[in-house]
């Protein structure tokens, strides 16, 4: 997809808050915020859209799937509000990318540094499972966000539906089966880590721990060190355009579309340079230039190690594990 010069952060923020393209999901955003959970009853629920959020400078990109309906949802910033979140940006301030290990509210001081957050679909879906047609018309935001930090090294996808998409989206074909820890190159000279999601269904069964959590996030930050500095041993400074974006500022960000059918993958396109075909290796999924008609949502809640090869496995061909 060919981005317009113009386009800003700030802008895709802007689109992704407005943005009323899927009924179903702008339907069940807007009830939820209404009927809240009997714990939140006193919060004033977002219940719109919630876009990415982080450094402009990111060289690390982190992807998930999709604002949890009494988490982003309710606090307006992506993986605030909710366990999943607890984990993620836990693992983030391990890792220097993050001020601090809390992300409670918009207003909480969470700054990151050398990371954006954002994710594949940007409204609360149902059960957590948006459906392939909310996916592909949501993806195009992911799209122009990747293509204007440019200083993106690594992309961490959390789930199995991040990895499908991004991977989907970088032209990587075929695309090795997901696992917690496999690693590939991308045609831009990237990388992408594949996590499993922190869901609590992760989590509490042990199925991704947060030594395991930590493991990918280390690796990240080897692939994407600090040109700036982090937040590791202290603050550094924050440089981009205005410093954090989206969820940090109470305006909004909103959506808007793309299309993922033939011809170069937009993420691919939106990369400059580098290479121009994704390192693979022998476990791949086959040759599939669009999504697959599975239920990846539902993949993505429970991507647990049966859902994947063994270890072994995705250390052939390029693929690495990290350490753990
Ligand atoms: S395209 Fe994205 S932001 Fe817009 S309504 Fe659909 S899921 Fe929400």
Redesign the pocket.
């Known amino acids: 997809m060919a981005v317009a010069s113009a386009d800003s952060l700030a802008r895709v923020t802007a689109d992704?808050i407005g943005?009323?393209?899927?009924p179903r999901?702008?339907d069940w955003?807007e009830r939820v915020a209404v009927d809240k959970r009997a714990s939140y009853r006193n919060d004033a629920y977002w219940g719109a859209?919630v876009p990415g959020f982080g450094d402009p400078s990111a060289r690390l990109l982190v992807v998930g799937l999709?604002p949890a309906a009494h988490g982003g949802n309710r606090t307006g910033r992506v993986f605030t509000g909710d366990r999943s979140g607890d984990w993620v940006f836990r693992a983030l301030h391990r890792a220097g990318f993050a001020n601090q290990p809390i992300s409670e509210h918009r207003g909480d001081g969470l700054e990151l540094s050398g990371a954006y957050v954002s994710a594949a679909?940007?409204?609360a879906?149902p059960a957590n499972r948006?459906t392939p047609a909310?996916r592909d018309?949501?993806t195009p935001?992911l799209v122009r966000e990747r293509a204007l930090l440019v200083e993106v090294r690594v992309i961490v996808a959390l789930g199995a539906f991040a990895y499908q998409v991004v991977a989907t989206l970088a032209g990587v074909a075929p695309r090795p089966r997901f696992s917690h820890g496999v690693e590939m190159g991308l045609a831009d000279g990237t990388s992408l880590i594949c996590s499993y999601h922190p869901s609590q269904q992760n989590t509490f069964t042990g199925r991704l721990t947060e030594a395991m959590f930590d493991a990918v996030f280390s690796r990240a930050r080897e692939l994407a060190p600090p040109v700036r500095g982090s937040w590791r041993g202290g603050r550094s400074s924050v440089a981009g355009e205005g410093g954090q974006l989206a969820g940090a500022v109470d305006d909004g960000d909103?959506?808007?579309?793309d299309g993922h059918g033939g011809g170069e993958a937009p993420l691919a396109q939106a990369e400059r340079g580098g290479r121009t075909q994704a390192r693979t290796g022998d476990d791949g999924e086959g040759q599939q230039q669009r999504y697959p008609p599975v239920d990846v949502a539902e993949q993505a809640m429970s991507d647990g190690p049966g859902n994947g090869e063994g270890a072994g496995a995705h250390q052939r061909g390029g693929h690495r594990r990290p350490q753990r």
């Open positions: 992704v943005c009323r393209a899927c999901l702008v955003r859209p999709a679909v940007r409204c879906p948006p909310e018309t949501c935001f909103d959506a808007e579309e």
